[in-house]
């Protein structure tokens, strides 16, 4: 059973950091790529930034270009989000989610095939 489960969200001040995980399990994540999304209360869902199934392509949201930064752990089928210089902005549920790969490209489109639980990440002083 493919499954997806999302950790490391939390409270932040401002200008701080979080490294959210994403742990699949029952899939081969050479064959997937991975994105992560985020929905703030009223808005919504925001692709944020994917890798592609080699971890050769990542594309990442003009919002946090330069402050997020996704990778992969294929020994430990994890896909991190490290996220630095965070904003209040930056509030909201992240969930990442997983496509069969019919290229080595990734998008941030909501055409994932499969979704996590999701995890908060609050900034707020």
């Known amino acids: 059973q493919l499954q997806l489960v999302e950790s490391g969200g939390g409270l932040v001040q401002p200008g701080g950091s979080l490294r959210l995980s994403c742990a699949a399990s029952?899939?081969?994540?050479?064959?997937?790529?991975i994105g992560w999304f985020r929905q703030a209360p009223g808005k919504e869902r925001e692709g944020v930034s994917c890798i592609s199934s080699s971890g050769g392509f990542t594309n990442y949201a003009d919002s946090v270009k330069g402050r997020f930064t996704i990778s992969r752990d294929i020994a430990k089928t994890t896909v991190y989000l490290e996220m630095k210089s965070l904003k209040p902005e930056d509030t909201a549920v992240y969930y990442c989610?997983?496509?069969?790969?019919?290229?080595?490209?990734?998008?941030?489109?909501?055409?994932?095939?499969?979704w996590g639980q999701g995890t908060q990440v609050t900034v707020s002083s």
């Open positions: 989610a997983a496509a069969l790969a019919v290229s080595d490209l990734c998008v941030l489109s909501s055409l994932y095939d499969y």
């Open positions: 029952g899939f081969i994540l050479d064959y997937y790529a």
